[in-house]
């Protein structure tokens, strides 16, 4: 296995039932976990070189750009089959993005809280996406978000000398070239208390919790650890999948 993605849902009293992706050296997927709707049926994909996975769909990038879909076709988040000259991937709950390698971006599905107004994006070099909301990092630093604004998982418009970008649920989390880390939106959890943390590379946002990946390869998390998730005492020797 070279990589790995989950496909999940925000936390709320009637959701569940997620699946896991795998995609192997030679390009080829696996899939397991929940199946409800076709999400996990990937095993005639080919030449895949990065996997995504969102609530009750999977997405595969091509080598030559293109990309596939497996799962739910109702709200439209698989209808990638259209998109070209594609080079990194984002799944929200109910939207799916793409970032081109001409820095424009492109998303399909559930738009209603305009989480799919990225059409004037430019310069774009990396996307998230969160339950209701994208993220765009640019090329120079900036970070761009559309979509809900009512928890301020969209309040980025000042952040500057950003070098990497997570979204979760309801909050948004990025990396500055100095290793700090900032985030905005939801904090009911405390997945937002993540000003103390230095020397960070990386992060990962989940629906309540967040992530970062240390320097030394050390971890760090906060929010809500209902079921465990931020117990990573002793976690170490962890490498960036950048």
Do not use: K
């Not at 895949?48 to 080598?63: F, K, P, S, Y």
């Not at 080079?87 to 390698?101: F, M």
């Not at 405390?190 to 629906?207: L, N």
């Amino acid at each position: 296995m070279v990589a790995v993605a989950a496909g999940n849902v925000h936390t709320a009293s009637n959701t569940g039932r997620s699946h896991s992706v795998g995609l192997r050296a030679d390009g080829t997927v696996m899939a397991t976990g929940w199946n409800g709707d076709g999400q996990c049926d990937v095993a005639s994909w080919r030449e895949v070189i990065l996997v995504a996975a969102g609530w009750r769909r999977t997405l595969g990038l091509v080598g030559d750009g293109t990309v596939l879909a497996a799962g739910r076709l109702r709200e439209g988040a698989c209808n990638v089959s259209q998109w070209r000259e594609v080079v990194a991937l984002a799944c929200g709950d109910w939207h799916s993005v793409g970032l081109r390698a001409d820095g424009t971006a492109v998303a399909v599905g559930n738009g209603r809280r305009g989480q799919c107004a990225v059409d004037t994006w430019r310069d774009v070099a990396a996307v998230a996406a969160g339950y209701l909301h994208t993220v765009g990092l640019t090329d120079d630093g900036r970070v761009f978000a559309v979509g809900d604004q009512s928890a301020g998982a969209c309040d980025v418009s000042a952040w500057r000398d950003v070098v990497a970008v997570a979204a979760g649920s309801y909050h948004t989390v990025g990396v500055t070239a100095a290793g700090r880390v900032v985030a905005v939106g939801s904090n009911d959890s405390g997945q937002c208390d993540v000003a103390d943390w230095r020397e960070i590379v990386t992060v990962a946002a989940g629906s309540t919790h967040t992530l970062g990946l240390r320097a030394d390869g050390t971890v760090v998390a906060a929010g809500n650890n209902e079921h465990g998730q931020c117990d990573i005492i002793g976690w170490d020797a962890i490498r960036s999948p950048n």
